[in-house]
């Protein structure tokens, strides 16, 4: 099982990035993905969850209505689409999955996921 992260990047506040999961190793169409963050000095958190087999969504109360979660099967990949960025989302972004949780709906922002991916650095600032 293999997930990466990527898009990371440096945008002013209000900008907007697409971060990118690529996995391998596993059906991507029968488990969870899960994209969390990690600021400094703070704790690990969920901020968003998509679920192919029920079609389930889990925001953040922090990134509802500005962070769009997709995947697309065929290319074993799954997007966090990130806008309106401001400077408290600055934070490494790392995506996860678990064989376990069988709908986005049980998932909550302590969740801890089974496989990791390295993370990809997200900084705003003017």
């Known amino acids: 099982v293999q997930l990466q992260a990527s898009g990371g990047g440096l945008v002013q506040p209000g900008g907007s990035l697409r971060l990118s999961c690529a996995t391998s190793?596993?059906?991507?169409?029968?488990?969870?993905i899960g994209w969390y963050r990690q600021a400094p000095g703070k704790e690990r958190e969920g901020v968003s969850c998509?679920?192919?087999?029920?079609?389930?969504?889990y925001y953040s109360d922090s990134v509802k209505g500005r962070f769009t979660i997709s995947r697309d099967n065929a290319k074993n990949a799954v997007y966090l689409q990130m806008n309106s960025l401001k400077a408290e989302d600055t934070a490494v972004y790392y995506c996860?999955?678990?064989?376990?949780?069988?709908?986005?709906?049980?998932?909550?922002?302590?969740?801890?996921?089974?496989?990791w991916g390295k993370g990809t650095q997200v900084t705003v600032s003017s």
């Open positions: 996860a999955t678990d064989f376990e949780l069988s709908s986005c709906s049980y998932f909550r922002p302590r969740y801890d996921m089974d496989y």
């Open positions: 190793g596993f059906a991507l169409d029968y488990f969870a």
């Open positions: 998509i679920h192919n087999s029920d079609g389930s969504t």
